[in-house]
């Protein structure tokens, strides 16, 4: 197997994203730029990325056929491999940099939180996306405890927070015709489907409301007022008006708000004045 095939165990852009929500944490809080600290999340979140594949492996024969997995182009056991060695390169990094007892407390909550998602949190109905939004918060207040003003990425992890738990709703939506068969027991699955899509626009709703509050606490400039209301805000909105009504239509909005996200953080990282 080669290392391309690997790397795509662990979402790469994702991983990417979650980077730059630790920075613009860091940034908003007026900590150092492209501080090394702000990878731990990544690496953390690689490992839930790889160990959900592990134990979802069945599941995404129908819902992600494409994956490394269901494919055939890796292993469950390769892919536990790659998860426990993401966690503890995070986990080094995270002790090495000499940071807050805060950032052990929040990457131990994240490990722990992603070894319990799947297959137990995320068969625990509106459990599981609520925990993957905390964790998409958690990553900006990552960021925001290495400065030295954190309180001031409060706001932007609300914000995260409430888009990624939209988002979290929408992939659920989107994966119940391989999640039902495969015995997963995920919100829609549960409850129907009408639960988690009002929470859907409930959540697309608080997002639409939190956008401009770094901007208007003065945290966040003209580059996040342009990107958030230009790109993330006419996303949200449309998940409130419109929300998907079956998986082609989840697929396509939980591809939309990961862009309402990027743009966020890409507003955030270009936009954040100093502490």
Same mark, same amino acid.
């Given at each position: 197997?080669?290392?391309?095939?690997?790397?795509?165990?662990?979402?790469?852009?994702?991983?990417?994203?979650?980077?730059?929500?630790?920075?613009?944490?860091?940034?908003?809080?007026?900590? *150092? #730029?492209? /501080?090394?600290?702000?990878? %731990?999340? $990544? !690496?953390?979140? @690689?490992?839930?990325? =790889? +160990?959900?594949? &592990?134990?979802?492996?069945?599941?995404?024969?129908?819902?992600?056929?494409?994956?490394?997995?269901?494919?055939?182009?890796?292993?469950?056991?390769?892919?536990?491999?790659?998860?426990?060695?993401?966690?503890?390169?995070?986990?080094?990094?995270?002790?090495?940099?000499?940071?807050?007892?805060?950032?052990?407390?929040?990457?131990?909550?994240?490990?722990?939180?992603?070894?319990?998602?799947?297959?137990?949190?995320?068969?625990?109905?509106?459990?599981?996306?609520?925990?993957?939004?905390?964790?998409?918060?958690?990553?900006?207040?990552?960021?925001?405890?290495?400065? *030295? #003003?954190? /309180?001031?990425?409060?706001? %932007?992890? $609300? !914000?995260?927070? @409430?888009?990624?738990? =939209? +988002?979290?709703? &929408?992939?659920?939506?989107?994966?119940?015709?391989?999640?039902?068969?495969?015995?997963?027991?995920?919100?829609?699955?549960?409850?129907?489907?009408?639960?988690?899509?009002?929470?859907?626009?409930?959540?697309?709703?608080?997002?639409?409301?939190?956008?401009?509050?770094?901007?208007?606490?003065?945290?966040?400039?003209?580059?996040?007022?342009?990107?958030?209301?230009?790109?993330?805000?006419?996303?949200?909105?449309?998940?409130?008006?419109?929300?998907?009504?079956?998986?082609?239509?989840?697929?396509?909005?939980?591809?939309?708000?990961?862009?309402?996200?990027?743009?966020?953080?890409?507003?955030?990282?270009?936009? %954040?004045?100093?502490?």
């Amino acid at each position: 197997m080669s290392a391309l095939t690997r790397l795509s165990i662990v979402r790469p852009l994702n991983l990417i994203a979650l980077w730059g929500a630790a920075e613009a944490g860091a940034r908003l809080a007026g900590g *150092p #730029a492209l /501080a090394p600290a702000s990878l %731990a999340p $990544a !690496l953390a979140a @690689a490992f839930g990325y =790889a +160990r959900n594949d &592990a134990v979802d492996a069945a599941a995404d024969r129908t819902n992600r056929p494409d994956r490394p997995i269901p494919s055939g182009r890796l292993t469950a056991r390769s892919a536990h491999a790659v998860a426990w060695i993401c966690l503890a390169l995070g986990a080094a990094l995270t002790l090495s940099q000499a940071l807050r007892a805060t950032h052990v407390a929040l990457y131990a909550i994240a490990a722990l939180s992603l070894y319990f998602y799947s297959p137990w949190l995320k068969n625990r109905g509106p459990l599981g996306p609520a925990v993957v939004a905390l964790l998409g918060g958690l990553a900006v207040l990552w960021g925001g405890w290495i400065g *030295p #003003a954190p /309180a001031r990425s409060l706001a %932007a992890a $609300a !914000l995260a927070s @409430a888009v990624t738990f =939209a +988002r979290e709703c &929408a992939k659920d939506l989107e994966d119940v015709a391989g999640d039902a068969p495969a015995g997963k027991g995920t919100w829609p699955v549960q409850a129907g489907e009408g639960p988690p899509r009002l929470a859907l626009r409930i959540a697309s709703a608080a997002g639409l409301l939190l956008i401009p509050i770094p901007w208007l606490l003065g945290h966040a400039g003209a580059w996040y007022l342009a990107l958030s209301l230009g790109v993330a805000a006419p996303i949200l909105a449309w998940c409130i008006v419109l929300p998907p009504l079956d998986a082609v239509a989840a697929r396509r909005t939980t591809r939309a708000l990961k862009v309402a996200l990027l743009a966020g953080v890409v507003g955030l990282w270009l936009g %954040a004045t100093p502490a």
